[in-house]
T-cell receptor, first 112, second 109 residues
Framework: SQTIHQWPATLVQPVGSPLSLECTVE??????LYWYRQAAGRGLQLLFY??????ISSEVPQNLSASRPQDRQFILSSKKLLLSDSGFYLC???????????FGPGTRLTVL | RKEVEQDPGPFNVPEGATVAFNCTYS??????FFWYRQDCRKEPKLLMS???SGNEDGRFTAQLNRASQYISLLIRDSKLSDSATYLC??????????FGAGTRLTVKP
């Protein structure tokens, strides 16, 4: 079965600082990977998805970017954080046969 | 109109109660339907898929009504451990997975 790791678990950053969140997946190859953000009391918002190395699709224009340097690694970045970037960032992998998604433990980001 | 809408709750019920959640979706081309459970400050976890014929998993029953574009989740004999936020999820094309904002349930002794 697949395992999804995310780090850091929590992060407090000042406005204007850079960001790098990492997600790695075990137990599968060539996974479809996703980055979601969940603001306090809100639903999940799809930010990026990737179907393979170097392939990134953006769902929402914003100051975030994503990269997939290796098959099982997905990175979310920002050059300058905004207050509105605060939230719970979740990495997920889609299971092909069942169309379900499995989530990592998430990173809770607070921008001050 | 939101693509996936849920009653945010909160639903406060006593142990042993039966509680039902509804979720409506706007895209008639939606193909797959799920209920996820999210505990406080944790990631969502798949509770169950929802099939056209309806499906049951222990105390949980999910129903899909394509004509009216809604899905439901019924929890019987509520336990304290059922306290969580329940997310309705609808997928259309392969990467188009839409989440509801969730319905919060608190089961009290």
């Amino acid at each position: 079965s697949q395992t999804i790791h995310q780090w850091p678990a929590t992060l407090v950053q000042p406005v204007g600082s850079p960001l790098s969140l990492e997600c790695t997946v075990e137990g599968t190859s060539n996974p479809n990977l996703y980055w979601y953000r969940q603001a306090a009391g809100r639903g999940l918002q799809l930010l990026f998805y990737s179907v393979g190395i170097g392939q990134i699709s953006s769902e929402v224009p914003q100051n975030l970017s994503a990269s997939r340097p290796q098959d099982r690694q997905f990175i979310l970045s920002s050059k300058k954080l905004l207050l509105s970037d605060s939230g719970f960032y979740l990495c997920s992998q889609r299971a092909y046969l069942t169309d379900t998604q499995y989530f990592g433990p998430g990173t809770r980001l607070t921008v001050l | 109109r939101k693509e996936v809408e849920q009653d945010p709750g909160p639903f406060n019920v006593p142990e042993g109660a039966t509680v039902a959640f509804n979720c409506t979706y706007s895209n008639s081309a939606s193909q797959s339907f799920f209920w996820y459970r999210q505990d406080c400050r944790k990631e969502p976890k798949l509770l169950m898929s929802v099939y056209s014929s309806g499906n049951e998993d222990g105390r949980f029953t999910a129903q899909l009504n394509r004509a009216s574009q809604y899905i439901s989740l019924l929890i019987r004999d509520s336990k304290l451990s059922d306290s969580a936020t329940y997310l309705c999820v609808v997928t259309s094309e392969s990467h188009d997975m839409r989440f509801g904002a969730g319905t919060r349930l608190t089961v009290k002794p």
